[in-house]
């Protein structure tokens, strides 16, 4: 059964620092290209971040840029998102999404998410 | 504001069809990238219920079908249940920006 677990979130002030988490299990992880998504409170989906197979590839929403980083460690089985200069816009639910495999650029799946609160 | 737009929301009686819309423009769908549909129920994952436009993966029900044409796409539901009460999203890909776009989602309530 293919699991995406989420971890690291918390309360945090702004201008701090979290490290997510997502551990991956039930499948070749290191196939599978994986992105970032989250969901401000009341909000839709917002795609973040995304990292290739070998984690050579990035990208990043604008929104991010210069202050969020993706990795991975295909070793470990899992990814993670380094998030600094955190502001109050970026208070979400952060979930890891699996790439499916056909180059169609959706994503197959999810997991529960970690939630992200930026206030003082 | 979302690069792809949907209905707030709809609603429907158990047992009828409803029909959930997502415009996009030339830059995305109708730029030829697939449309893919998602459920979410608060607090937890969400679930992908059509990709390609029009599949069903493993374990969705036929209830469920997807469609596109021009530079929209769209979700039907058929014999609404209790159970299908829940968020939907719309995404695609947009040339111009580069990136993975939703649709702002639809609030389905099951009257």
């Known amino acids: 059964e293919v699991q995406l677990v989420e971890s690291g979130g918390g309360l945090v002030q702004p201008g701090g620092s979290l490290r997510l988490s997502c551990a991956a299990s039930?499948?070749?992880?290191?196939?599978?290209?994986i992105n970032w998504v989250r969901q401000a409170p009341g909000k839709g989906l917002e795609w973040v971040s995304y990292?290739?197979?070998?984690?050579?590839?990035?990208y990043y929403a604008d929104s991010v840029k210069g202050r969020f980083t993706i990795s991975r460690d295909n070793a470990k089985n899992s990814l993670y998102l380094q998030i600094n200069s955190l502001r109050a816009e970026d208070t979400a639910v952060y979930y890891c999404?699996?790439?499916?495999?056909?180059?169609?650029?959706?994503?197959?799946?999810w997991g529960q998410g970690t939630l992200v609160t930026v206030s003082s | 504001q979302s690069v792809l737009t949907q209905p707030p929301s709809v609603s429907g009686a158990p047992g009828q069809r409803v029909t959930i819309s997502c415009t996009g423009s030339?830059?995305?769908?109708?730029?030829?990238?697939?449309v893919h549909w998602y459920q979410h129920l608060p607090g937890s994952a969400p679930k992908l219920l059509i990709y390609?436009?029009?599949n069903r993966p493993s374990g969705v029900p036929d209830r469920f079908s997807g469609s596109k044409s021009g530079t929209s796409g769209s979700l039907a539901i058929t014999g609404l249940q209790a159970e299908d009460e829940a968020d939907y999203y719309c995404?695609?890909?947009?040339?111009?920006?580069?990136?993975?776009?939703f649709g702002g989602g639809t609030k389905l309530t099951v009257l």
């Open positions: 990292i290739g197979r070998s984690g050579s590839t990035i």
């Open positions: 039930g499948f070749t992880f290191s196939s599978y290209e």
């Open positions: 999404a699996r790439m499916g495999l056909d180059a169609l650029y959706y994503f197959d799946y």
């Open positions: 995404q695609s890909y947009d040339t111009s920006l580069s990136v993975v776009v």
């Open positions: 030339s830059s995305n769908i109708g730029a030829g990238y697939d």
């Open positions: 390609g436009n029009n």
